[in-house]
């Protein structure tokens, strides 16, 4: 399990420099853009080509193709001539998409940002930028079809570090925007573009290095290519439940002048240890348990799971006191900045304080739906993730009367706790699952450290510790030494 450690570690450490790019990214983004109109058109513009990535690409076709590569790894004819022809429709479909959406883009952005219609110059503005990034779609697209079978071959360093591309390209195209006095929006459009052209040929150039003989050909509809599509069809609500609700979220938030930027610096914020922790995890879960079940191997199966749930909570639960204790000096010292004023800094600290406590649900649900397609099960996800959809819809529309914005964060996270338990019932009831007892109480040993950790943080917080840079980095210092300390004192009395 050594092994499986690893990897985690070296997925999460790598997705942890793409997301420090990251934020340096959105520091500028709020000094240049603020929180307001010019960020809600570019948040919105760009929302759009990442749900059908996440939907289509980095979703549905890496849980369907992953497991189904996986069986014929080893047979390098069968696996080129099926992974070949499952880029190619890819491609196919892909440019289908964009080119119908070009043309349909102004009922796109109607669908997506109905509250933008009240602003005639912002709803024209964000159709013209939609049309720009969703030429990214397309690359950034077989950039995920590249990854997946390099992660299938256990290789995740190179393609792990791939958003650092884009958020290279992003940091250089707002700087240009800022010093150069050009359209800031456009420029960043195209950084955007830019940056998915050269991560699809990164990608590409490994592969061909690696002689995987991956090639475009003329596709066709092959038993295993229809076995994939009917597999991938489930798989785009199932992986993209999170990523429809913000989008759902966004929706109802467009009413509310600021709030679709609010809720996603929020969710950039959650979404840094998620991606650190959960979907890390579940990157290497899917390729590792799709080669137990391959060998029948279940015992190997639980104590993967077990050493994930183990390794999730480890780092989600102070990650989690973290974002309640400090999220107001956080959000002030990162982004506070320029265009960015102090009513932001609260309501985007009001979702955090929310949106954090989906955390562990997301982090740990990355386990239970990769079981899951990996026993090829595709359908249990998306019951799954419908219900949580649902709820987490009906729960924002219901609320946003009462608490604006933040009901979309309410929604969220509800939804998610509605989607783990789900997952975790099925896979139990399968006998796909075990928890082993001294999971249990490992994880109970987490949980106390973290809440007195917590303490620890809300006294250096009250007494102003934290009040500027210096002072709330040496304050995540100390606690985060005294919670490592401290478990592994305390760990090696666990049996």
């Given at each position: ?129 939609s049309r720009i990034m969703f030429l990214y779609l397309f690359f950034i697209s077989?950039?995920a079809f590249l990854t997946c079978i390099l992660n299938a071959f256990s290789e ?340």
């Open positions: 399990m050594s092994s499986l450690s690893n990897s985690f570690m070296k997925v999460g450490a790598l997705t942890g420099i793409s997301r420090i790019f990251g934020f340096i990214r959105d520091m500028l983004i709020a000094n240049v853009l603020g929180a307001g109109r010019l960020s809600d058109i570019f948040f919105m513009a760009f929302k759009i080509p990442n749900l059908f990535r996440n939907l289509l690409a980095e979703g549905a076709l890496q849980v369907a193709f992953v497991p189904m590569f996986t069986e014929h790894r080893d047979d390098k004819k069968t696996s080129t001539e099926f992974s070949s022809n499952a880029f190619s429709w890819l491609m196919c479909l892909l440019l289908f998409i964009t080119l119908a959406a070009e043309i349909a883009m102004p009922f796109i952005i109607m669908l997506f940002a109905p509250g933008f219609a009240s602003d005639p110059e912002k709803l024209e503005m964000t159709i013209w930028l077989g950039t995740f360093a190179l393609t792990t570090a791939m958003p650092i591309v884009l958020n290279t390209f992003m940091i250089i195209g707002l700087l240009i925007a800022k010093h150069s006095g050009y359209d800031q929006l456009n420029i960043l459009s195209w950084a955007v573009v830019l940056s998915g052209i050269v991560q699809m040929g990164i990608l590409f150039y490994r592969i061909k290095k690696r002689k995987m003989g991956l090639h475009i050909i003329r596709p066709k509809l092959t038993p295993r290519i229809k076995t994939l599509f009917k597999r991938m069809i489930p798989g785009f609500i199932g992986t993209g439940a999170y990523h429809i609700n913000i989008l759902a979220g966004s929706m109802i938030a467009s009413f509310q002048d600021g709030a679709v930027s609010w809720l996603y610096y929020a969710d950039r914020m959650v979404q840094l240890p998620f991606a650190m922790i959960g979907l890390a995890a579940g990157t290497v879960l899917l390729t590792s348990i799709s080669s137990s079940m391959c060998r029948g191997d279940m015992n190997d199966v639980y104590d993967q799971q077990n050493s994930s749930i183990k390794h999730i909570l480890f780092w989600t639960l102070p990650a989690l006191v973290g974002l309640l204790i400090l999220t107001i000096p956080i959000i002030k010292l990162l982004f506070e900045h320029g265009a960015f004023d102090h009513t932001s800094t609260i309501n985007t600290s009001n979702a955090i304080f929310i949106l954090a406590f989906v955390l562990p649900a997301m982090s740990l649900s990355q386990i239970f739906s990769n079981t899951l397609y990996a026993s090829q099960d595709t359908k249990t996800p998306v019951h799954t993730s419908v219900t949580s959809l649902l709820i987490g819809i009906v729960l924002s529309a219901a609320l946003f009367p009462i608490f604006g914005f933040l009901s979309v964060a309410v929604g969220t996270m509800v939804g998610g706790w509605v989607k783990l338990l789900t997952l975790i019932y099925h896979c139990y009831k399968r006998k796909l699952f075990k928890l082993f007892p001294r999971t249990i109480r490992t994880c109970s040993l987490f949980t106390i450290i973290a809440i007195t950790m917590g303490f620890m943080l809300a006294f250096a917080n009250k007494f102003g510790l934290t009040s500027n840079l210096f002072g709330l980095f040496g304050t995540i210092a100390v606690a985060g030494l005294f919670y490592l300390g401290t478990n592994k004192l305390l760990l090696k009395f666990i049996k």
